[in-house]
């Protein structure tokens, strides 16, 4: 993670609106696509929910786009912010989310940028690019690391790509796309509200392997609960792509398995 910010892209910082970008498509010759785009449509007609912490969490659906049109001898840095979609915070209440006020300040806008920035345009298209090491938290004294995110908030990922003349992040960068994608959009909690959510990221997500081998969700098998969890928790991040579940999060979990 680079500690970049909005004011060193002006063209990005408008308070948290979107800037001239591509919705779902092209912009000039350069075409992002959604890899796993079904995946977060199923999320969205639910209503998206992302865990935030104070180490800080990964996404699950996790970031990847499709990138064509690139001149393959360029080279190109490949960014993600994450703005608020609107200026509402929200409560879930009586099966959905509801606005009960004004957004808190949005924090000041960090970048993710891709750890293999800078790369020559055929890098990037050759297979998908991932950003699923990109981390949100609720932890306002973060520095750098992580994107800071207020819960029940919504918000929504941008995904830049940015042409630059060297095998330099300094300033200034030639030319910038910028594409959104409305199915990512989400909301950030500290804990589960939705349990469609919670059962379609168990149904989805690797990392929920034990869930599911086990039958956490069966009245009989309420037993195995705590060694289920505690096998989920200690597995790898590196093997399993995604951070552990904290105890917040698999005491959430197992509440919605106590109602099935």
Known sequence: MMPLHSSQLPSFHNEGCFPPSSINGSYGRVHLSLENKALWEEFYTLGTEMIIT?????????????????????????LVDIVPLDNARYKWH??????????????PSHFYLHPDSPAPG???MKEPVSFQRL???NNTLEQCEHIILHSMHKYQPRFHVVLTSAHTLTLPWNAVATFVFPETTFMA??????SKVTQL?????????????????????RGKNVRGTEMVKQGSAEE??????????????????SLH
Request: with cysteine.
């Open 189 to 194: 909690v500290t804990a589960y509200q939705n």
């Open 240 to 257: 399993t792509g995604c951070d552990p579940l904290t105890d917040e999060s698999v005491a959430t979990l197992q509440g919605y398995w």
């Open 135 to 137: 981390k949100i938290t």
């Open 201 to 221: 990221k168990i149904d989805n997500n690797p990392f929920a392997k034990g869930f599911r081998e086990n039958g956490l969700s069966c009245k009989k098998n």
């Open 122 to 124: 055929s890098h990037w």
């Open 54 to 78: 104070k180490s800080g969490r990964r996404m699950f659906p996790s970031c990847k786009v499709i990138v064509t049109g690139l001149n393959p001898h360029s080279l190109y840095l490949m």
């Open 94 to 107: 009586c099966g959905h989310w509801e606005p009960v006020g004004k957004a808190d300040p949005h924090f």
